[in-house]
């Protein structure tokens, strides 16, 4: 199994809603991100966990919460999102950090 | 502050011609530069990694160079194809992936 999958591929949502976006990985990979993306934009880092372990939090505000329950899976909590938020948000995965980064194929988010 | 940035922004070419793709980094203390491909609303697709201490890499109809001490790699594609069309990014690796701004193609038949 070579790739990263993430649930849902389009969501939306209201700026009072709680919602999740799901990130899994069966390669073994110990390193495993999020991403943003705005249209036309490259995409910008937001966190990083290493060994189950935040490592890098980009400075991201805290309506975005990351949870990695074990190595295989990466959640991103969502809550009091505002309409800027709205994007592409991709998760990626590494053997270990400076390693090869695998993406998935993002969830489309907008924020109404 | 690490910047990356790729020249050309667009590429418009008839199939089977022969591309480079240039990008640029300011700070050449990396680990390693990569080039990714991405489809329009889709994830990105690795296609080359190169350790800061090698000088290219090749896959199929790709090479990519890497010149650290100029802050430079380059991307070259032979013999274009329709499939080629997409986005391509370069990224550099020092203590995360920050990627330059892309490089839009276009492969016509």
């Known amino acids: 199994d070579t790739e990263v999958t993430q649930t849902p591929k389009h969501l939306v949502m209201g700026m009072t809603n709680k919602k999740s976006l799901k990130c899994e990985q069966h390669?073994?990979?110990?390193?495993m991100y999020w991403y943003k993306q705005k249209a036309k934009k490259p995409p910008e880092l937001m966190f990083v966990?290493?060994?189950?372990?935040?490592?890098i939090n980009e400075s991201v505000p805290s309506r975005f919460s990351p949870e990695c329950p074990n190595s295989s899976l990466l959640n991103l909590h969502l809550h009091a999102l505002q309409p800027d938020d709205s994007a592409l948000y991709l998760c990626?995965?590494?053997?270990?950090?400076?390693?090869?980064?695998?993406f998935g194929p993002g969830t489309r988010l907008t924020v109404l | 502050k690490q910047e990356v940035t790729q020249i050309p922004a667009a590429l418009s070419v008839p199939e089977g011609e022969n591309l480079v793709l240039n990008c640029s980094f300011t700070?050449?203390?990396?680990?390693?530069l990569q080039w990714f491909r991405q489809d329009p609303g889709k994830g990105l697709t690795s296609l080359l990694l190169?350790?800061?201490?090698?000088r290219e890499q090749t896959s199929g109809r790709l090479n990519a160079s890497l010149d650290k001490s100029s802050g430079r790699s380059t991307l070259y594609i032979a013999a274009s194809q329709p499939g080629d069309s997409a986005t391509y990014l370069c990224?550099?690796?020092?203590?995360?992936?920050?990627f330059g701004t892309g490089t839009r193609l276009q492969v016509f038949p």
């Open positions: 990626a995965s590494s053997q270990d950090l400076a390693d090869t980064q695998y």
């Open positions: 390669m073994g990979h110990r390193a």
């Open positions: 990224a550099v690796e020092d203590d995360k992936l920050i």
């Open positions: 966990y290493s060994y189950e372990k935040l490592s």
């Open positions: 700070d050449s203390a990396i680990y390693n």
């Open positions: 190169i350790q800061s201490s090698q």
